[in-house]
């Protein structure tokens, strides 16, 4: 089982940088691909970014390439989201997920793969 607690969220203006973390127990967690998803109000949760067991190896939504970074620390059992140049459509709740399957392919993009899911942290980007 592997519990996930994000934090991190917060206000920032339009350019604004912030970085989420998520923190996972349980003792197999290098084990896992980790991904970040995002849900606006009133809109669908879409695919952010997602990384593999190692670390070798990431996904990005085309909407935040170049802007934001995935990272993990498997000593720390933590998976960042470092985002910058933030833009008010980036304002939504921010959840990391967590994959049995360590490495990535094309269902990496979906959130129904995922078997755990944080709480989410809210990100607000104003103008």
């Known amino acids: 089982q592997v519990q996930l607690v994000e934090s991190g969220g917060g206000s920032v203006q339009a350019g604004g940088s912030l970085r989420l973390s998520c923190a996972a127990s349980?003792?197999?967690?290098?084990?896992?691909?980790m991904g970040w998803f995002r849900q606006a109000p009133g809109k669908e949760r879409e695919f952010v970014a997602a990384?593999?067991?190692?670390?070798?190896?990431?996904y990005y939504a085309d909407s935040v390439k170049v802007r934001f970074s995935i990272s993990r620390d498997n000593a720390k059992n933590t998976v960042y989201l470092q985002m910058n140049s933030l833009k008010p459509e980036d304002t939504a709740v921010y959840s990391c997920?967590?994959?049995?399957?360590?490495?990535?392919?094309?269902?990496?993009?979906?959130?129904?793969?995922?078997?755990?899911w944080g709480q989410g942290t809210q990100v607000t980007v104003s103008s």
């Open positions: 349980g003792r197999t967690f290098t084990n896992y691909a």
């Open positions: 997920a967590a994959r049995a399957r360590g490495t990535l392919d094309s269902g990496s993009y979906y959130p129904g793969v995922y078997e755990h």
């Open positions: 990384i593999s067991w190692t670390g070798g190896s990431a």
